[in-house]
């Protein structure tokens, strides 16, 4: 399922870039992030990701995003300590609908893809490593997500999102359990600035 996801989201940038008119409307942004706390205990996670989308039209975008979120928990102990790393990655489709065409634009969307998780844990006691193990995962997610954006210029703009991210972990077997009561659920907010070739209002 991972392949088959990779090889469609990189099939749909690939079909975007080859579909690209004199006056591209294609866009790239960059974006910093923070994973807000949902459980007692937690401090949040920061990230950040990278997307390209394609206008459509002046209210309309898809593409493709990538982002990371990263966490580390220490604790320590009168001889020893442990600690654990833990990243997220979505590795996402996006559409986005723009309502207006005012430089101050809001819009909602969706994203679609996989996550990847992989964490490491190790264990030192006496100044010696006892454990010291990686594992990773990828199950299938989605996050509905509202957002504005800001046009300084006509290719230049601010841009803050709040995204609702939904992962579908898998049972012993292996198989992907789609249980919303049992999904992995993590709410993260991103700012960041984007920059499109082109005019996105041109039609």
């Known amino acids: ?9 990189l099939g749909l940038l690939v079909v975007l870039a080859s579909q690209l008119p004199a006056h591209a409307q294609l866009s790239i942004d960059a974006t910093a992030g923070y994973g807000l706390p949902t459980e007692s205990g937690s401090k949040g996670i920061w990230g950040g990701g990278i997307g390209v989308k394609h206008y459509f039209s002046s209210k309309l975008s898809v593409g493709g995003r990538i982002r990371a979120y990263s966490e580390t928990i220490r604790q320590t102990a009168a001889l020893g300590s442990s600690t654990l790393t833990a990243a997220t990655i979505p590795i996402m489709a ?20 996989i996550i990847r998780t992989v964490v490491n844990a190790r264990i030192d006691y ?7 193990d990686t594992m990773g995962d990828s199950s299938f997610g989605f996050a509905p997500k509202v957002g504005i954006g800001y046009d300084i210029t006509e290719n230049f703009a601010l841009t803050g999102e709040f995204l609702y991210n939904i992962g579908f972990p898998k049972n012993l077997a292996g198989s992907t359990q789609f249980d919303l009561e049992n999904s992995a659920r993590f709410p993260t907010v991103h700012v960041g600035v984007s920059y499109t070739f082109g005019n996105r209002f041109l039609k």
Do not use: A, C
Not at 1 to 9: A, D, E, P, Q
Not at 96 to 105: C, I, K, R, S, V
Not at 126 to 132: G, H, K, S, V, Y
């Open 1 to 9: 399922m991972t392949k088959t996801l990779h090889t469609l989201l």
């Open 94 to 113: 996006s559409v986005q609908y723009y309502p207006t065409e005012w430089d101050l634009h809001p819009y909602i969307g969706m994203e679609v893809g």
């Open 126 to 132: 006496n100044d010696r490593r006892i454990f010291n």
